[in-house]
């Protein structure tokens, strides 16, 4: 199983981007989706998820600001992110976490986010 991301790049606070994930496999209902960020010398942090049971979580520095979803049909998964900041810096990854124990990442994607 490939997840292959695109979007990313360098952008200036308050601008928006959506980064987008295509799953080489097809996403069941049951499967968690998510967004990881890491930054330069840190660990892989969460920054949203859809659940199987269709529940959405998100990291408190984004709340109100990012939004995930997903289209199944597509096996897609994307992060829309509205009013960048600098603390959103850093490579992003995508996670595909199946019900039958399939665990992926994606190949990461940088976000730089400058003042």
Known sequence: VRLVQSGGGFLQ???SLILACVASTRIGIL?????Y???????RDLVAR????NK??????????????????????YLEMNDLAPEDTG???C???????????????QVTVSS
Not at 31 to 35: F, G, L, P, Q
């Open 31 to 35: 499967d968690s989706v998510a967004w």
């Open 50 to 53: 859809i659940s199987g049971e």
């Open 95 to 109: 996670n595909l976490n199946e019900s039958s124990g399939g665990f992926y990442w994606g190949q990461g994607t």
């Open 91 to 93: 490579t992003y990854y």
């Open 56 to 77: 959405f979580e998100y990291a408190d520095a984004v709340k109100g600001r990012f939004t995930i979803s997903r289209d199944d049909a597509k096996s897609m998964v």
């Open 13 to 15: 606070a308050g601008e």
């Open 37 to 43: 960020r890491q930054g330069p010398g840190s660990q």
